[in-house]
């Protein structure tokens, strides 16, 4: 049931209070274990939700979230070196409606993996939050 003292505008942009971020990185990670630790404790402290691959070539990430813990994650990021000059996807949109679109999203949990792309294009799992 809505709540009487909240404007439907009010309401809407509480729903909104929501975002997606999406990058990715070419580079050389020197420590996948630190990177993965770190991608481990950032995202659970930000309750951040959805999926990181690491690799020795770089990262790929698509997280959902609240935007202001998505904004912090984006500048946790950007004070490593590494990442100087990633483009930063962020976008902001409404909380999933229920389980099913969360599911069908990718936003019901975190998986974090270090991958390794093996001869003819296949990633081989060399550890993983999972």
């Known amino acids: 049931m809505a709540d009487p003292d909240i404007s439907p505008q009010m309401a809407n942009e509480e729903q909104k209070d929501y975002g997606v971020l999406l990058y990715y990185k070419y580079t050389v990670i020197p420590d996948l274990q630190e990177l993965f630790d770190f991608y481990h404790s950032n995202c659970t402290s930000l309750s951040l939700l959805g999926r990181v691959r690491l690799s020795s070539h770089g990262v ?6 609240r935007l202001r813990a998505l904004e912090e994650h984006i500048e ?17 949109c409404f909380e999933p409606l229920d389980n099913q679109v969360a599911r069908e999203c990718g936003f019901t949990s975190l998986s974090i993996r270090i ?16």
């Open 76 to 92: 946790a990021v950007k004070s490593n070196t590494l990442f100087q000059g990633t483009d930063f996807k962020l976008a902001s």
């Open 60 to 65: 790929n990430v698509t997280v959902g979230g």
């Open 115 to 130: 991958v390794k792309r093996e001869r003819g294009g296949t990633l081989k799992l060399l550890c993983s939050t999972d």
